[in-house]
């Protein structure tokens, strides 16, 4: 291992060009960079960006500089213009191997000096003068050869993975059209829940009775929850005992949203345990008559299809999106027989284990190009 500043392994190109009306096709910016995808799959602006941006050439590898905490690195797939909250660096070939060093700008060892040294306040951001002086280890070149061989094979089988899960979703979604598109019975999603009731937010836990409080943050765009990282709250017995989760509940974002996703998101709720919700969600129960999974995903798959409808629903204040829950609840949904719920149910699940399954082999591959790249 030899070590080196980062301005001797890395050339941070800096020429930038005012953006024309022609240059718009060819813009990526942060928003078009997927932390842990070196792969630009969406670019482009409806109009050309504003200010100065960085002229990037095929093959140069982005980083975010701004929130670096992203951890946002791409290899840009053509000539054109990259966001000046960004970097466009290049390697120096004389000490990192060009195949290698997309790799050593996305692991831990150079992520961790990054947002360590970046400055500001809500948007923290990295200037190259402190970056360019940090110093880092290398492998030989002959070893980093040896690496990147091992990284991208690794990096390609895990893309094959992600590509099936995104088949796997699109599967259920064909079948569920396939099943359903031609059905004449509706019903409005009031007359199909036999409760619906908001969140509690509490106070900060002083107990041990302290129940585990679901946020909008734990909700992932797939439908599920992610409860890595769950609060806990002090909220009263009678209150816990009256809006306490069940299974096949449907748990709705009735406040927040974002520009690319509004408000209405919706996710199933299928755990073991006692959770209860924050007060930006709500929880809608089925009747005994209705499938749980079934409700869900129409609701699932009528917001992905339409999400101006659901904005259109939404007021906002301060920023934030609130949904109209009269206007929600008088939604029509599609009502088929019990017995097909039933059979999509099955479908559905199918689909989530086969999910399940390459969800754990594209994080055995993440482990080792981590073991790989941080040595």
Known sequence: MTKYRFDEIAINSTQKKKPTEEDKVYYIGLEHIDPGCFDVVRWGSDIAPTGDKLLMQKGDVLFGKRRAYQRKVAIAPFDGIFSAHGMVLRPNLKVIDANYFPFFISSDKFMDVAIRISVGGLSPTINWKDLAKQEFELPSLEEQKVLADKLWAAYRLKQAYKKLLAATDEMVKSQFIEMFGTVESYCKLEDLVSDTFPGEWGSEPTSENAIKVIRTTNFTNEGHLDLADVVTRDIEPKKVARKKLKQ??????????????????????????????????????????????????????????????????????????????????????????????????????????????????????????????NG
Do not use: H, W
């Not at 906002?316 to 719920?341: A, H, Y």
């Open 248 to 373: 096949g509940d449907t748990i709705l974002e009735r406040s927040g949203g974002t520009k690319d996703n509004p408000v209405g998101r919706v996710v199933f709720f299928d755990e073991i345990g006692d959770y209860l919700l924050n007060n930006f969600t709500q929880a809608l129960r089925p009747k005994e008559s209705v499938n749980p999974v079934y409700l869900f995903y129409a609701l699932y798959n009528s917001y992905n299809i339409n999400k101006a409808a659901m904005r259109a629903m939404a007021s906002q204040t301060t920023g934030i999106q609130n949904l109209s829950m009269s206007d929600f609840m008088s939604k029509s949904i599609v009502l088929p027989s019990r017995d097909e719920q039933n059979k999509f149910e099955q479908i559905y699940r199918q689909a989530d284990k086969s999910k399940f399954e390459l969800k754990q082999c594209i994080e055995n591959i993440d482990k080792v190009i981590k073991s790989l790249i």
